[in-house]
């Protein structure tokens, strides 16, 4: 069973930094593409950032600049630095991974997606 946990987040001052990592554990392949995404209460869950198994990423506006997106394929995992963040970063986080092949006993589940818990992040003074 694939399963992605999350660590980082928490409470902030506007322009200080946190970082998130995200671990995608079980019988894994490989993963084509891992993810933040982020749901401020009242609004949709949006995509944050994501990065290819060939590191090429993809950033929202809103926190291009800001943010940096990585991952270690052999560990399965991505983490998410964010620097000068703002107010409006405030959200639940989630972590995601697409084009996930991995076994489940002997049988082998290609191209599936799975989502983290999610881990607040608060920026407020």
């Known amino acids: 069973q694939v399963q992605l946990v999350e660590s980082g987040g928490g409470l902030v001052q506007p322009g200080g930094s946190l970082s998130l990592s995200c671990a995608a554990s079980?019988?894994?392949?490989?993963?084509?593409?891992m993810g933040w995404y982020r749901q401020a209460p009242g609004k949709q869950r949006e995509l944050v950032a994501d990065?290819?198994?060939?590191?090429?990423?993809h950033y929202a506006a809103s926190v291009k600049g800001r943010f940096t997106i990585s991952r270690d394929n052999a560990q399965n995992t991505v983490d998410l630095q964010m620097n000068s963040l703002k107010p409006e970063d405030t959200a639940v986080y989630y972590c995601?991974?697409?084009?996930?092949?991995?076994?489940?006993?002997?049988?082998?589940?290609?191209?599936?997606?799975?989502w983290g818990q999610g881990t607040q992040v608060t920026v407020s003074s």
């Open positions: 995601n991974a697409e084009g996930v092949s991995a076994y489940y006993g002997t049988y082998l589940r290609t191209n599936r997606g799975y």
């Open positions: 990065i290819t198994s060939g590191d090429t990423t």
């Open positions: 079980g019988r894994i392949l490989s993963i084509n593409v």
